[in-house]
């Protein structure tokens, strides 16, 4: 998928950098992608970190609005199972034996966040701009945002970003436990790439093994994610979610 995904693997860190102008939409072609990607990655050897990273000015705004307006008269079922579909990719991520990191700079929304949040690391741009907004047009973050926020940044932080629908920045981020590490954006591209040398630079089977242990810890359960998508469908259903995303579709996709 050239037109959406670069990738390159060098000094044993394989770098995705999202490259689908103008603001890294998601949509089932870009999944379909990714999983592509991952599919060819599992195949090869010699990498043992994974580096997220965007070529645009933003690192994602989140869905395609096209397919969300296409999708959007369809049931709620139906347009649920987009959802599950970015849960089932982010879980993947989330999943590989290999560290994650992820290089946010500009903005990352919605989806887009959401696939920096199945990243076991972050560092982020001061000035970057990071928000879970869906409340705001009567819906849920249904990739695992309710979820993997809340496990990382505790009930308090994770209630203030969804329940609010609040973009911070990327320094409030910080402060806020979302991500690991903070920088000027002039900085962030050399900062990230270090840390990723030093992680990479670590025996592979270690880190795959403290990473099992970690999850273990977090104690995930699935249940939460059915839950989402249980919602998602609920809110999918509901007059006033349907009035609101429509309205939002019309102002933005004129």
């Known amino acids: 998928m050239p ?7 060098s000094d044993r860190i394989a770098t995705i950098t999202l490259n689908r102008a103008p603001v ?3 949509n089932d072609a870009w999944t379909t992608g990714l999983h592509a990607i991952l599919d060819d990655l599992a195949g090869k050897s010699g990498w043992s970190v994974l580096h997220f990273r965007s070529a645009l000015k933003i690192f994602s705004a989140g ?8 999708n959007f008269e369809l049931p709620p079922e139906v347009q649920a199972e987009v959802g599950r579909r970015y849960q089932q990719l982010f ?19 919605g989806g887009g966040l959401e696939l920096t949040l199945a990243c076991d690391l972050r560092i982020v741009a001061r000035d970057a701009r ?12 249904g990739a695992g945002g309710t979820q993997r926020l809340t496990r990382l ?11 609010g629908a609040e973009v911070v920045s990327g320094e409030e981020a910080h402060r806020l436990g979302l991500a690991q590490w903070c920088a000027d954006s002039g900085e962030l591209a050399d900062a990230a790439r270090a840390h990723a040398k030093r992680i990479a630079a670590l025996p592979g089977h270690a880190v795959a093994a403290a990473k099992l242990c970690i999850a273990a810890a977090s104690g995930l359960p699935q249940r ?31």
């Open 224 to 254: 939460g994610f059915d839950i989402e998508v249980e919602q998602v469908i609920g809110l999918l259903g509901s007059p006033a979610t349907k009035s609101l995303v429509r309205d939002f579709l019309n102002r933005q996709t004129r």
């Open 24 to 26: 890294n939409a998601m």
């Open 63 to 70: 869905a395609d609005l096209r397919q969300l307006k296409e």
């Open 153 to 163: 940044c505790g009930h308090a932080a994770a209630a203030r970003m969804i329940l």
């Open 130 to 141: 990071m928000g879970l907004p869906e409340v705001g047009l009567g819906l849920i973050p």
């Open 91 to 109: 879980a993947r991520i989330e999943a590989l034996p290999q560290a994650t990191i992820a290089e946010i700079h500009g903005a990352a929304l």
């Open 3 to 9: 037109d959406m995904f670069d990738v390159e693997v």
